[in-house]
C-alpha cells in the first residue's frame, strides 16, 4: 500500500460487489469488523479473513475473496480482529472482553464493560500462540461510567516504531441499544508485542458540527502512503432523528491530525436488499494486483433484536496518479 499515493486512493471510484453480502450471520446476529490477507501474503495462497460474531473472532478462507469456508474458530471473548503479516509472522490483534454473559449484562446496567488490546502469534495461521495483553486502561479517556472499553487495534509501522489505532469509550446510542465507541486514540512502541504507550488525549473525538461525527467517532484503518496517510473511518451520526454510519476517507500528513477528504460509502439499499440500509461501519482496505478492495460491516436497521450485520465489499482499479 505504501508505494501508493493520497491522491490515488481520493481518485480510487469503488463499486460494490453485486452479489453482497459475502458472508451472513451463521451463529448470532452478528458478523463484524473483517481483517483480510490477500492470496499473496498468505501461506496457502488464499483469501483469508478474520472477523468477530457474539461468540468470538472466526478464521475463514477463499479461493477468490468472494465465497469462503469456514476455518474455525480463534478465540472467544473476542471481537474486531486485526491481522498483520511482518518479518514472516502473522500478528492477529483483537479486543478481549469480559465473558458473554457478563457482557449481557451490561445491557440492562447490571455490569460494566471492560475491554483491552490483545495479540496472538502465528507462523501459519494453524497454530497460534497464547494471547497477550498488549494495551490496558493507561488514561482517563478510555474509560467512563459504563466501564472500560479499549477496542477496534490497527497496527501501521511508522519509521522506526508500530504505531497501533485504537477505539475507546463508549457512547450509548439510544435507537440502537447498545454503545459504540466515543474516541480514536493510538499507541506506539518500538516493539510489535509490548511497551505500547498512549498519547495523552484522543486524535478524533465527537463533533456535534461534522454531519458524520455528531454522535461519536466509531474507528479507524489508517494506511501509511507514499506521501502521507489515509484513514478510513465509519463514525456514528445522527440524521433526521435516526443513528447511522457511514464509511469517509481522511488524510494528513503524520497520522495524527485528520481532514476530511471525500465520502466512501453511504448507507443505503443495495439492488433490492437493505443489509446495509442503515449502518455501514469498520472496513479493511487491500491491494492486491492492480485493484484495490474495501471489505466492510453493514447493518440493515439499529434495533438490537432486529439488526442484523453481514459482510460485504466494494472495489476499485488503482488509479493513475493525478499530475496537475
Known amino acids: 500500500m505504501n508505494s501508493l499515493t493520497v491522491s490515488q486512493l481520493k481518485n480510487a471510484d469503488f463499486k460494490l460487489y453485486e452479489n453482497n453480502p459475502v458472508i451472513k450471520p451463521f451463529d448470532s446476529f452478528v458478523t463484524a469488523d473483517p481483517s483480510v490477507l490477500t492470496p499473496d501474503i498468505s501461506p496457502d495462497g488464499k483469501w483469508n479473513i478474520f472477523f468477530h460474531t457474539n461468540l468470538g473472532v472466526y478464521h475463514f478462507k477463499s479461493d477468490d475473496g468472494i465465497y469462503f469456508k469456514k476455518v474455525r474458530r ?15 509472522r502473522y500478528y492477529l490483534f483483537y479486543e478481549r472482553t469480559a465473558p458473554l454473559f457478563v457482557n449481557a449484562l451490561t445491557l440492562i ?22 494471547p ?14 459504563r466501564g472500560i472499553a ?3 487495534p ?11 489505532y485504537y477505539s475507546c469509550g463508549q457512547t450509548y446510542i439510544k435507537d440502537c441499544g447498545f454503545c459504540e465507541p466515543t474516541h480514536i486514540s493510538y499507541a506506539e512502541s518500538e516493539h510489535i508485542d509490548k511497551d505500547f504507550v498512549s498519547a495523552e488525549i484522543p486524535i ?5 458540527a461534522d454531519p458524520y461525527l455528531n454522535l461519536c467517532s466509531g474507528c479507524i484503518k489508517v494506511y501509511n ?18 443513528s447511522k454510519s457511514a464509511i469517509i476517507m481522511l488524510s494528513s500528513l503524520d497520522g495524527k491530525a485528520f481532514k476530511f477528504e471525500k465520502m466512501i460509502l453511504q448507507p443505503k439499499s443495495d439492488n433490492g436488499k437493505n443489509w446495509m440500509s442503515q449502518f455501514v461501519y469498520a472496513s479493511h482496505l487491500v491491494r492486491y494486483e492492480n485493484k484495490l478492495r474495501l471489505y466492510f460491516n453493514a447493518r440493515d436497521t439499529a434495533n438490537l433484536f432486529q439488526g442484523r450485520e453481514c459482510i460485504g465489499f466494494c472495489e476499485a482499479e488503482i488509479p493513475k496518479i493525478d499530475v496537475q
Open 204 to 208: 478524533i473525538s465527537p463533533d456535534k
Open 150 to 152: 479499549i477496542s477496534n
Open 109 to 130: 446496567k447490571l455490569a460494566k464493560w471492560h475491554s483491552e488490546i490483545y495479540v496472538s502469534e502465528s507462523a501459519d495461521l494453524q497454530s497460534w500462540t497464547k
Open 225 to 242: 502512503l507514499k506521501d502521507g496517510f489515509v484513514g478510513f473511518q465509519n463514525g456514528i451520526y445522527e440524521e433526521n432523528g435516526k
Open 154 to 164: 490497527y497496527l501501521i509501522k511508522c519509521d522506526d516504531k508500530f504505531r497501533l
Open 132 to 145: 497477550k495483553r498488549v494495551i490496558g486502561n493507561t488514561r482517563d479517556y478510555e474509560k467512563d461510567s
Open 74 to 88: 480463534l478465540f472467544s471473548r473476542a471481537m474486531r480482529p486485526n491481522i498483520n503479516f511482518i518479518d514472516g
